[in-house]
Nanobody, 123 residues
Framework: QVQLVESGGGLVQAGGSLRLSCAAS????????MGWFRQAPGKEREFVAA????????AQSDSVKGRFTISRDNAKKTAFLQMNNLKPEDTAVYYC????????????????WGQGTQVTVSS
């Protein structure tokens, strides 16, 4: 089992920044991918960004490219999502997830999920 704990959400004005953290514990593997997804009310959960814990390779959705950066700290088994130039449409619950694959961008590829953290961007 893998446990994921997110932190760093909150309320911010448009144009502001937030940094989300996701700490993994339990049976984790260095080749796992860790990803961030978000879900707004009435919408499906969507991919935001992912990082390969082994290689450091990353992937982002088109909607956040140039604004969000995902990174990881292998020693701490932690993934980060730096979110800059936030927009009201970024408002959602953000979920951290872990996949046994080295890289994955689909919801179905992720096995373990955190409890979610709310991000609200006011206009």
């Amino acid at each position: 089992q893998v446990q994921l704990v997110e932190s760093g959400g909150g309320l911010v004005q448009a144009g502001g920044s937030l940094r989300l953290s996701c700490a993994a514990s339990g049976r984790t593997f260095s080749s796992d991918a860790m990803g961030w997804f978000r879900q707004a009310p009435g919408k499906e959960r969507e991919f935001v960004a992912a990082v390969s814990m082994r290689s450091g390779n990353t992937a982002q959705s088109d909607s956040v490219k140039g604004r969000f950066t995902i990174s990881r700290d292998n020693a701490k088994k932690t993934a980060f999502l730096q979110m800059n130039n936030l927009k009201p449409e970024d408002t959602a619950v953000y979920y951290c997830a872990a996949s046994p694959r080295s890289m994955a961008t689909s919801v179905g590829a992720y096995v373990y999920w955190g409890q979610g953290t709310q991000v609200t961007v006011s206009s």
